[in-house]
Nanobody, 120 residues
Framework: QVQLVESGGGLVQAGDSLRLSCAAS????????MGWFRQAPGKEREFVAG????????LYTDSVKGRFTIARDNVKNTVSLQMNNLKPEDTAVYYC?????????????WGQGTQVTVSS
């Protein structure tokens, strides 16, 4: 069992930056591929970014490439999402997740989510 707790969401203006953090429980964090997803009102939850176990590989959805950066610290059991140049369309609840396998969007565990609101 893995527990994930997100933090760092909030209300910002377009063009601002925000950094989300996810703290994971358990001693096997370094063996897990991690990801961030988001769900906007009235829309399906979508994959945003993923990072491999050791952090050497990352994936991003096209709409955030060049603006968002995913990173992890396997000593502190955390994964972060640095979001720069935020746009109103980035408004969503952001979820940290343990990916079932690298390259897949299947999820084994979800966090509770943190709200990000970007005003224009």
């Amino acid at each position: 069992q893995v527990q994930l707790v997100e933090s760092g969401g909030g209300l910002v203006q377009a063009g601002d930056s925000l950094r989300l953090s996810c703290a994971a429980s358990g001693r096997t964090f370094s063996n897990k591929n991690m990801g961030w997803f988001r769900q906007a009102p009235g829309k399906e939850r979508e994959f945003v970014a993923g990072i491999s176990r050791g952090g050497s590989m990352t994936l991003y959805t096209d709409s955030v490439k060049g603006r968002f950066t995913i990173a992890r610290d396997n000593v502190k059991n955390t994964v972060s999402l640095q979001m720069n140049n935020l746009k109103p369309e980035d408004t969503a609840v952001y979820y940290c997740a343990v990916l079932t396998a690298w390259g897949k969007v299947n999820v084994d565990y979800w966090g509770q989510g943190t709200q990000v609101t970007v005003s224009s």
